[in-house]
């Protein structure tokens, strides 16, 4: 192997990548970058097993093509601390290589590009849907933290991709609230869904940009590939059926609050510094017109309470929330106003943005209550 490349470039390459070297590993070859160079591209590849990214360069000229593994954490040291510049890149033995730039150089081992794992795509069964690389990260964005950590549940560890011939919704939950996020943009044929574990979901919102275009999703039953500029991302799906989502989504609540999202989340995170913390419950008391916000802690003595305007129509109601989820949810909003959505204090409560806000905010999400004195 022997070819030159600018160093920015290249240290573009395997930032992109660089997320799937995995921290621990009892497979010492995935501690490195796989380089490649065939059909004058470079093609970089990262792995921990169940995740995989691989990214193309275009170096400046090729003067040799091969196949080597090379350090990943000494390689990405090295290009962090290098100026702009070409740099040739090129075996020297058996089992070395050197990096030379203007006026120095450093020598690696390498590793045989054969005891690198084989990638596995997905299989001749797979489905495929194209998706706005815009609309994909803020759906991410928007329901990724309502995942969960449940060992027994794996199918809350992810993002349910839920695919219908007029719309898609990416859904999260961990029991206690439920996020949907639904875009008109990406449908199909036929009705398909998979579910993506937190940790690529992640990474994926984390490198695709705005820039990307569109992001090309293929997925069986086991494996998901996503295509976006010169990426591709591969990793393995959760396996297990997710819950029926939409029959939990309330439909008849009659007791509605329309109120300032910006003022309802910052009153909610004042009270909330008088919560209990290991509990973090606040109580609401809605009346026609008003908004009472209390909070307390017996333990140390401490209590707060906040009144607020708003637009309530429905019955007296006193139910109470976890605060922090009840922050999450509307701090992952982007409209000016904020609807809830009560039966009574026992049911969940449905929050979504106004009518007239409905069209481009695309996120929804049900909280459960917790029992108040």
């Known amino acids: 192997m022997d070819f030159s490349v600018s160093s920015a470039a290249l240290l573009k390459g395997i930032n992109d990548v660089s997320k799937a070297i995995p921290s621990k590993t009892t497979n010492p070859i995935l501690d490195n970058f796989l380089f490649v160079i065939k059909d004058k591209m470079l093609e970089i590849t990262a792995s921990d097993g169940d995740l995989t990214l691989r990214t193309l360069v275009e170096p400046d000229s090729v003067e040799e093509a091969g196949s080597i593994a090379v350090p990943a954490r000494q390689i990405l040291d090295l290009f962090r601390a290098l100026p702009d510049q070409p740099v040739t890149i090129k075996t020297t033995g058996d089992s070395s290589f050197d990096c030379i730039w203007s006026n120095g150089n450093s020598s690696f081992p390498y590793f045989p590009a054969e005891d690198y794992p084989e990638i596995k795509g997905t299989g001749a069964d797979s489905s495929t849907i194209v998706f706005p690389a815009e609309s994909l990260v803020e759906g991410i964005n928007g329901t990724v933290y309502a995942t969960a950590d449940d060992e027994m549940r794996p199918a809350f560890n992810g993002i349910f991709f839920d695919i219908t011939p007029e719309s898609t919704t990416l859904v999260a939950s961990d029991s206690h609230k439920l996020i949907c996020y639904t875009t008109a943009d ?173 069209g481009s905010e695309k996120i929804c999400g049900i909280l459960m209550p917790i029992m108040v004195s």
């Open 186 to 358: 990406v449908k199909a044929e036929q009705a398909a869904s998979f579910i993506l574990h937190k940790k690529p979901a992640n990474v994926l919102k984390g490198i695709v940009s705005k820039e990307d275009g569109d992001v090309t999703i293929s997925f069986d039953s086991s494996t998901v590939v996503f295509l976006f500029g010169a990426t591709m991302m591969v990793c393995r799906l959760v396996v297990g059926k997710y819950p029926k989502y939409r029959e939990v989504i309330p439909q008849n609540n009659s007791n509605v609050l329309k109120i300032d999202r910006a003022a309802f989340v910052n009153t909610v995170r004042r009270v909330a510094v008088c919560a209990n913390k290991a509990s973090n419950h606040i109580k609401l008391e809605l009346k026609p017109g008003q908004l009472e916000i209390t909070a307390q802690d017996l333990g140390f003595a401490i209590a707060a309470y906040e009144k607020i305007s708003c637009d309530y129509s429905g019955e007296d109601l006193t139910i109470g929330f976890k605060s922090s989820f009840l922050i999450e949810i509307l701090s992952n909003m982007s409209c000016e106003t904020v609807v809830m959505k009560f039966g009574d204090s026992r049911r969940a409560a449905l929050i979504l943005p106004p009518e007239e806000e409905a």
